[in-house]
């Protein structure tokens, strides 16, 4: 049922930070993948580059272990892992010297694609895209991969932009936002744009209001400090989730083109209101289940950063208006779950005595644990009992259709990088879209720490702070469960 795996152009990727945490867990397994595959041909090459003074074997055992530690046992095929690694080399790289350049220049083949993924601080970008032109590394047709956090208010990000623009045209530059890479998410475009059924429906006439939620149930210890500068705000709502509020409020792109989807993304950050301080709940979680809190965990006992933050958002214009779309993501949740949920309105009349047994029809997009799509509908109930009403879900669980092959689904990094050497830009952030981004987000952040807003505290394995269910209720409203 997975369809015919497509080989791409040959290519030479060099990944920067390439002994890092995220090349270790997801990039360089995904390449494996995709190698395994036959997506990424024998004749492609990936280059490790960071400061540590490895070899080609050293890196290559670092990589063998990711395999060995990321990819399930029944994916790891010796031979291939064999043939995989000997495509692997390592060039030593201080971002802010001029040493190990030129070995890399040495290293760049002629008329193969050339990608360079920043996997390493953003600060770091800027000389990494500056030292790629003035050695020679990078060519007229080569494309750099960014890494989040694309800047932490609208300044940094315009400087970001400012910094690459100088070194690269925008159709060279990839902004990664890992959730557009997702199965799921691709798939809200083709159930939206390739069925009559949703789109005439797909508005607030018939939709009551939206739900997005990512919750997590992991802690920000080990990362505390660096997680204290930033907080939900920042770290996921203004980028991954209001990727996924772009995707469900968009017109419909003229044609599934880079710059069409990404124009009609543009309009509704543009869209959205200022959001007012009485729609938006922040929280920060305690001690508990034999954990510290998050203040113990950030290691700043007077923090106000939000480990949960809950928002009422509307976009305002002839579709949506009066359709509110609430988003809300946190850490120490009760259950690691990502999904949207698309509530329908009542009908106009009902013909059934049962109201009691009515309940809306929701479309439920689930991003995680199991991907897939549910629709809940009306039936009847079966049986001798009278015309009783139930709701059932359609339900679409990638996993059940798509059996033993669901694991050749490829995850978001492995599908994001064959876009970068496709040159498919689509699932990609644009700088203005970055940019919208913030210019919403930055009035909402300043004016809570103008007010010095702490967050409300919240118990582990809740689903978050008392307030988050009132901006709900008050609008006679009820957060789907967390689990
Ligand atoms: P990390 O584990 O700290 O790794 C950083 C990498 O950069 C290492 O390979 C390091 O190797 C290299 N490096 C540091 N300074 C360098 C320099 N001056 N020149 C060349 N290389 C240098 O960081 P990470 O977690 O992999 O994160 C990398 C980037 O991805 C960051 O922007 C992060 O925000 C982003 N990100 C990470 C994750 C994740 O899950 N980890 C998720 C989303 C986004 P040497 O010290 O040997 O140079």
């Known amino acids: ?44 090459r990936i280059i490790g580059a960071a400061r540590g003074e490895l070899t080609d074997a050293d890196f290559r055992k670092m990589v063998s272990d990711s395999i060995d530690e990321f990819v399930p046992k029944g994916r790891r095929d010796p031979a291939i892992i064999e043939a995989f690694l000997s495509r692997l080399h390592y060039v030593a790289i201080d971002a802010k010297g001029e ?16 990608a360079f993924y920043f996997s390493v601080a953003p600060s770091l970008f800027g000389d990494i895209a500056a030292r790629l032109n003035t050695h020679g ?27 690459l623009a100088e070194q690269f045209a925008e159709s060279q530059i990839y902004r990664i936002d890992h959730y557009l890479g997702k199965e799921t998410v691709q798939n809200l475009m083709a159930v939206r744009f390739a069925n009559i059924l949703f789109e005439p429906l797909w508005k607030s006439e018939y939709i009551d209001h939206v739900q997005i939620t990512v919750a997590e149930t992991v802690s920000v210890e080990g990362r505390g400090a660096y997680y ?29 083109d880079p710059d069409a989807v990404r124009d009609e993304k543009l309009k509704v950050i543009r869209a959205l209101d200022p959001v007012r301080s009485e729609d938006i709940v922040r929280g920060q979680y305690l001690a508990g289940g034999g954990q510290g809190g998050y203040v113990a965990h950030s290691e700043n006992v007077t923090s106000k950063t939000e ?4 928002l009422k958002v509307n976009v305002s214009n002839w579709r949506w208006k009066g359709t509110p779309f609430y988003l809300r993501t946190g850490k120490r949740l009760r259950a690691r779950t990502s999904e949207i949920a698309i509530t329908f309105k009542e009908p106009p009349h009902s013909i059934f005595d049962d109201a009691e047994g009515w309940r809306e029809n929701v479309l439920v997009i689930r991003l995680q644990p199991d991907e897939g799509m549910n629709l809940m509908v009306m039936i009847k109930e079966p049986g001798p009992g009278g015309m009783r009403l139930m709701q059932v879900p359609l339900d679409m669980s990638f996993a ?9 689904i490829p995850d978001a990094y492995e599908r994001l990088i064959m876009d970068v050497i496709r040159g498919n830009q689509t699932l990609f952030m644009r700088g203005d879209e970055v940019e919208a981004a913030w210019a919403w987000t930055d009035p909402i952040i300043n004016a809570w720490e103008a007010k010095g807003d702490k967050p409300q505290g919240y118990d582990p394995g809740t689903s978050g702070p008392e307030d988050a269910l009132m901006l709900m209720h008050r609008d006679a409203r009820r957060w789907r469960e967390i689990r």
């Open 307 to 310: 480990s949960y933050i809950a």
């Open 228 to 256: 204290d500068k930033s907080g939900a705000m920042r770290d996921m709502v203004q980028n991954h989730m209001m990727q996924l509020l772009c995707l469900i409020a968009m017109e419909p792109p003229y044609h599934f």
């Open 137 to 163: 590394v990078a060519d007229a047709q080569s494309r750099i991969v960014v890494e989040k956090p694309f800047g932490r208010d609208l300044a940094s990000a315009r400087a970001l932009n400012a910094i």
């Open 400 to 408: 059940e259709a798509l059996g033993d092959e669901a694991e050749d």
């Open 1 to 44: 049922m997975v369809s015919r795996v497509i080989p791409v152009d040959v290519f030479d990727l060099v990944i920067f930070g390439g002994t890092g945490d995220l090349a270790r867990r997801k990039i360089l397994p995904g390449l494996y993948r995709r190698f395994l595959s036959g997506q990424m041909t024998s004749d492609s």
């Open 99 to 114: 040493g190990g350049w030129d070995n890399l220049k040495s290293l760049m083949r002629p008329n193969v694609v050339r």
